[in-house]
């Protein structure tokens, strides 16, 4: 792969990783809830949520807000980013898994 088609991929990814102002109040009008109620699951005030609504949110506040909106999220094309409540207990478990892994491998790294 030349470093032009790397570019492009991880442009493509990047899209991808965004959530637009509109995906937001989609998933906050799917979760049937206000903008204040999803400031405070956020831990964020009204006027964030408020921007956010209306710019898109922060590319490093992304995940988090996908981990905490999953299934009311979709992908572009209209795919929920969470099929089924099994899928979203599938990524716990993995989430789980990692960390689990990445606190074994920094105490070996301590043990060195």
Do not use: Y
């Not at 637009?20 to 979760?31: I, K, P, V």
Request: charged share 30%.
């Amino acid at each position: 792969m030349s470093e032009d088609e790397e570019v492009q991929t991880d442009e493509v990814q990047l899209e991808e990783a965004q959530i637009s102002a509109r995906e937001l109040r989609a998933a906050r009008a799917r979760m049937g809830i206000s903008q204040q109620e999803l400031a405070q699951r956020l831990q964020h005030s009204l006027r964030t949520i408020t921007d956010w609504e209306r710019d898109g949110v922060p590319n490093f506040k992304v995940a988090r807000i996908r981990a905490e909106l999953g299934s009311n999220l979709v992908l572009p094309g209209g795919r929920p980013l969470v099929e089924a409540a099994s899928d979203m207990a599938l990524l716990s478990e993995i989430m789980a898994l990692l960390s689990e892994i990445m606190r074994r491998l920094a105490a070996r790294g301590a043990e060195d």
